[in-house]
């Protein structure tokens, strides 16, 4: 029989035992601003005191109570499935709140500016720097859209440093964890990794966010790797940054020479493309296992079905653009970037999880139902062609803008190609029957409300409810995967130490080195010896307008950082004084392919696009257009320029090139050409000893070219046209279909084609892709 004092210490032992048993398995911190909960063996938790959410305690786990109801919902519960915990959530939200998620918001700059072209920006009512808002508070347009039309996807532009954008995202995850179901916020942004020419760099040194190459500059280096390189690292800035989707890859294939958006893509061969983007998603959306996590960022490829073989190489944001053609019958190549890149994913994420389709009209590919309307709004191209076909079941996201009015076909407004007679509301409702889920650039959810209403009277609340929930799932999915339901928080000094960090921008320099093609050397121009003389003529720089109608003066300047080309070579004055020039231009600037003052004259408005220098006449011009018509230009049923002329805006550039020869005399003119599209090189190889065309990087790489302290290694992602004629005749929706330019070293500007030290270069690369 055991005593009193025994039985006591049994009972302490028993209490002990469950005291131990059932303690918490986490920890909880103070941030600021936020608590960070650590469960030993899952998720990391953070949520903000002030927001009314707590943590709940199941199975001695934590978890958030997002919609404050003192019960553990599937949605909230980490250990399930992203698709579990999406439909479960889908089930409980209102069509109010769906509507809101199904908003992608206009372009917000952190903090917002004065009058702007996306509209006047205020915080309290006044013009910011009349408010005394910090640069991270929320302006009143955002604390509307997230507060009244339930919006939670936010795409930001600048931002003043990443401090500042990790407390912005702060303020406003806690905002949103305090209302609702507490639906985080899933930030996005166009690609921001491009390199500031003039910037130094220096190892150890960091910036204000890592520098690469265009994604047709990494194209260049025909090194996958190096493109998954950078969604690796550009992810985890992104996600430092409170960004968890990026508005890219761009990967329509550049089949059409002449486009605008020419330099944003992989460049015009299929096979290439594809892989670069297949690697480029992959790096964006795998964390470090490979599979999702908190580094993870959503890929949003762009655009669904190729924007590229755009009529005459006009753009489709605007109505003279509004036509995609097929002249070579091949939307089959176009296709090749999604299908077999962004859709094939080696990894455990598979494949991309949001599509955008472009602006443009797919001319008279709906084999199915024949209508001739913007992507986004086209059933067969969404629903039957990416969705049926190719068994595509992740967002898609309209591009910015389509379902706004426009009033012509040459200002920069709504984009509503094939519909302009819809009003707002069918707009939307026609995307929704489509098959897409998302409306890029609209912060209301009035449209998609009345979207709704006219679904029921269509088909019932039951299709309509079941078709929201759908599209929410699918969205919530894309939240759930990236972690943002379990910790949308940022720790501001962390951001500071990740963004741009040195062993980061170390990356990107030597993928700018990659990048930069040597065309020609003759008699070994390159490399030049350091401390040489140089002279670098001045540029002129044109007076032009941008699309959103931003005028840039006039002006006269050294096309290098001067102060980096006096590290490496001695800068003189003169021609006699040099031992050789350096000519910094671009590739020439012709238009966009309309002219309203054609229109003053009677004519149609359409106007060649260049690809030379010198003026141009367009003779050799299809005669009639293979697509037009627009309820914004009656009566236009021909969009063709055959026998208009156009002269280059940099016309100057040509002349920069052959004065400087001249002057130079039989002394070597080694001529760098930045590159966002082909060009007509006949008008200035001639007169180049040397010539290194690059698709943005920073001076400082262009002269470890030029000095030889690294040896020259991309190939060029496109050909180099012979000349107009062959522009002309080539087929917009056909890749590497141009008669080649040829130099005076008989050398053809090939796909492929590049230059080392030791002559044309023929390695792996080029035997894989050529």
């Known amino acids: 029989m055991h005593t009193l004092k025994q039985n006591l210490k049994l009972g302490s032992l028993f209490l002990a035992t469950i005291f131990v048993g059932c303690s918490p398995k986490f920890t909880e911190e103070t941030k600021e601003g936020f608590n960070l909960v650590k469960n030993e063996d899952g998720a990391t938790l953070g949520y903000s005191p002030s927001s009314g959410v707590s943590i709940l305690t199941v199975d001695q786990m934590a978890f958030k109570d997002l919609n404050k109801n003192g019960t553990l919902d599937p949605y909230e519960d980490w250990r399930l499935s992203a698709d579990e915990r999406a439909k479960d959530l889908a089930s409980k939200m209102s069509v109010e709140q769906i509507a809101g998620l199904m908003l992608y918001s206009a372009h917000q700059s952190i903090p917002g500016g004065g009058n702007s072209f996306f509209g006047a920006v205020t915080y309290n009512g006044k013009p910011y720097k009349e408010s005394g808002a910090k640069p991270s508070d929320l302006s009143d347009a955002q604390k509307k859209f997230l507060l009244e039309d339930n919006l939670r996807h936010v795409l930001i532009t600048s931002v003043e440093s990443p401090g500042i954008s990790a407390q912005w995202n702060n303020n406003a995850q806690t905002m949103v964890e305090s209302i609702g179901l507490g639906i985080p916020i899933n930030t996005s942004s166009d690609p921001r990794h ?83 983007a297949r690697a480029y998603v992959e790096g964006f959306q795998a964390s470090e296992n490979g599979d999702w996590g908190m580094q993870s960022v959503n890929a949003m490829v762009k655009h669904w079905p190729g924007g590229g073989p755009e009529e005459g190489g006009r753009d489709g944001h605007f109505g003279y653009g509004s036509y995609a053609v097929y002249p070579g019958k091949n939307l089959e190549d176009h296709l090749k970037p999604f299908t077999e890149g962004a859709f094939a994913l080696k990894g455990p994420t598979k494949m991309a999880t949001a599509v955008m389709p472009y602006y443009t009209i797919s001319y008279n590919q709906d084999s199915k139902n024949g209508e001739n309307v913007g992507n986004a709004y086209n059933k067969y191209l969404i629903t039957d062609l990416l969705r049926g076909k190719y068994g595509y079941d992740g967002v898609v996201c309209t591009d910015w803008g389509i379902t706004g009015d426009a009033p012509n076909v040459y200002e920069f407004r709504g984009k509503p190609w094939g519909v302009e007679n819809l009003s707002v509301a069918e707009r ?126 006039e002006r006269t300047e050294h096309p290098f950082n001067m102060e980096v080309v006096a590290k490496y070579f001695e800068v003189v004055d003169t021609p006699d004084e040099a031992d050789f020039a350096l000519v910094g231009i671009e590739n020439p600037n012709g238009g966009v392919g309309y002219d309203v003052a054609d229109t003053e004259n009677g004519g149609n408005g359409y106007v060649p696009i260049s690809l030379q220098y010198g003026t141009y006449t367009a003779t050799n011009a299809r005669e009639q257009s293979i697509a037009a018509g627009s309820p914004l230009e009656e009566g236009v049923d021909n969009r063709s320029y055959n026998g208009k002329t156009t002269t280059s805006i940099n016309i100057s550039d040509m002349s920069l090139v052959t004065d400087t020869k001249r002057k130079m005399g039989d002394k070597p003119v080694v001529v760098i050409v930045r590159v966002a599209k082909p060009l007509v090189f006949a008008e200035i190889e001639s007169s180049a000893d040397a010539i290194l065309v690059h698709m943005g990087v920073q001076d400082q790489a262009l002269m470890d070219i030029v000095s030889g302290k690294v040896e020259p290694s991309a190939l060029l992602p496109f050909q180099m046209p012979k000349n107009m004629l062959t522009v002309e005749q080539q087929f917009e929706d056909v890749p590497r279909d141009m008669d080649l330019y040829t130099d005076t070293n008989g050398n053809s500007y090939d796909f492929a084609f590049g230059l080392d030290w030791s002559g044309v270069i023929d390695d792996e690369r080029t035997q894989a892709y050529k």
């Open 428 to 553: 939307h409702y026609k995307i929704i029957e489509a098959g897409c889920d998302q409306f890029g650039g609209n912060n209301d959810m009035g449209p998609v409300i009345e979207a709704y209403q006219m679904g029921v009277e269509e088909h019932g609340e039951e299709y309509m409810r079941k078709r929201f929930e759908t599209s929410a799932v699918r969205l919530l999915k894309n939240i759930f995967r990236t972690g943002l339901f379990e910790n949308p928080y940022l720790d501001v000094a962390q951001t500071e130490n990740i963004v741009g960090n040195s062993e980061f921008m170390a990356a990107g320099y030597n993928a700018q080195l990659k990048s930069i093609v040597m065309l020609k050397n003759n008699e070994k121009t390159l490399p030049v010896e350091n401390k040489k003389k140089v002279y670098v003529p001045q540029r002129y720089v044109a007076p032009t307008v941008n699309w959103f109608g931003v005028a840039t003066k």
């Open 194 to 276: 491009g390199s500031d020419s003039y910037a130094e760099f220096n190892a150890g040194a960091g910036g204000k966010i890592s520098m690469w190459p265009s994604t047709l500059g990494l194209a260049a280096s025909f090194d996958p790797s190096l493109m998954q390189q950078f969604g690796e690292i550009a992810s985890q800035e992104y996600r430092a940054l409170g960004i968890a989707t990026a508005l890219s890859p761009q990967i329509d294939l550049a089949t059409e020479p002449r486009w605008s958006r020419f330099d944003g893509t992989m460049g015009e061969d299929p096979k290439l493309a594809a892989d670069m």
